[in-house]
């Protein structure tokens, strides 16, 4: 995870393989092996952070990869689409069973709609694209279902 993590050189050549990229790659595979089971969820958290700050990277290869990573990442935290017979959209869970199994998401996704918010109150002019780290965040909060308790109210 610290190669993918590591800064990007200053000047980026698009025809030149980047580490970061290699290791994005490498982690999503590894996201998408079902030999591995459960034993990759511990690290799905770290893994969505890198992925959702890698939308908002300089080097469109990382921002490819990136986006290849979250998709495996959604995947195996809130399942696979049914076939088009079921009614069911996903095999989703519900928003507190998937912050209680994920909790440093909880804090990562709020700071970055708090500041979103903040910059949004501070300027007449918002674009979605100045933050395209909002783009994963919010594909995957629209997946959740909501809270059976939402539902008796």
Same mark, same amino acid.
């Given at each position: 995870?610290?190669?993918?993590?590591?800064?990007?050189?200053?000047?980026?050549?698009?025809?030149?393989?980047?580490?970061?990229?290699?290791?994005?790659?490498?982690?999503?595979?590894?996201?998408?092996?079902?030999?591995?089971?459960?034993?990759?969820?511990?690290?799905?958290?770290?893994?969505?952070?890198?992925?959702?700050?890698?939308?908002? =990277?300089? *080097?469109?290869? %990382?921002? $490819?990869? +990136?986006?290849?990573?979250?998709? @495996?990442?959604?995947?195996?935290?809130?399942?696979?689409?049914?076939?088009?017979?079921?009614?069911?959209?996903?095999?989703?869970?519900?928003?507190?069973?998937?912050?209680?199994?994920?909790?440093?998401?909880?804090?990562?996704?709020?700071?970055?709609?708090? =500041?979103? *918010?903040?910059? %949004?109150? $501070?300027? +007449?002019?918002?674009?979605?694209? @100045?933050?395209?780290?909002?783009?994963?965040?919010?594909?995957?909060?629209?997946?959740?279902?909501?809270?059976?308790?939402?539902?008796?109210?």
């Amino acid at each position: 995870m610290d190669t993918a993590a590591s800064p990007l050189p200053t000047v980026i050549d698009e025809h030149k393989d980047l580490p970061q990229v290699h290791a994005i790659n490498i982690l999503k595979a590894l996201y998408q092996d079902t030999s591995l089971g459960c034993g990759v969820l511990q690290y799905a958290s770290q893994g969505t952070v890198m992925a959702v700050t890698g939308f908002a =990277s300089s *080097s469109w290869a %990382v921002r $490819n990869a +990136s986006m290849q990573l979250f998709g @495996s990442l959604v995947k195996r935290m809130l399942g696979q689409r049914r076939g088009t017979d079921d009614d069911r959209e996903m095999n989703a869970i519900n928003a507190m069973d998937f912050f209680n199994s994920y909790p440093a998401l909880h804090n990562f996704f709020l700071s970055h709609l708090q =500041s979103t *918010s903040d910059s %949004v109150s $501070n300027t +007449s002019l918002f674009s979605p694209m @100045s933050r395209p780290e909002l783009f994963p965040i919010l594909t995957l909060l629209s997946n959740l279902h909501p809270c059976p308790e939402a539902n008796e109210r």
